[in-house]
């Protein structure tokens, strides 16, 4: 696998464990806010789920084969970028 291919992978798998992340704790912090919910709970599980997947697809199989096309993958880039920014303005608040 070329190194270029190898460095969008893991960038990939970055970027969705980021997303994962940022709406496991999302779910985290509405389950601490107003209790055990549904919503809060899916998303907790969903968003730790697609951490625990991403990690399992970069580290276990060959993370090339689960990449998609480089649009997607500078959209998924885009998407943790604003997670990040969202997560750091709910901090701020």
Same mark, same amino acid.
């Given at each position: 696998? $070329?190194?270029?291919?190898?460095? +969008? ?7 969705? !464990? ?29 968003? @730790? ?6 990690? @399992? +697809? !970069?580290?276990? $199989?060959?993370? !090339? +084969?689960?990449?998609?096309? $480089? $649009? ?7 998407? !943790? ?13």
């Amino acid at each position: 696998m $070329r190194p270029s291919l190898r460095r +969008e992978a893991y960038l990939y798998h970055l970027s969705v !464990a980021i997303c994962g992340c940022s709406l496991g704790l999302i779910g985290l912090s509405g389950l601490r806010s107003s209790g055990l919910g549904v919503v809060p709970v899916l998303l907790t599980i969903s968003g @730790f789920g697609m951490v625990a997947g991403s990690v @399992f +697809e !970069a580290f276990w $199989r060959t993370p !090339a +084969e689960s990449v998609p096309d $480089r $649009r997607l993958l500078w959209l998924t880039v885009g998407g !943790a970028a604003l997670a990040i920014v969202g997560g750091a303005l709910t901090l701020l608040d």
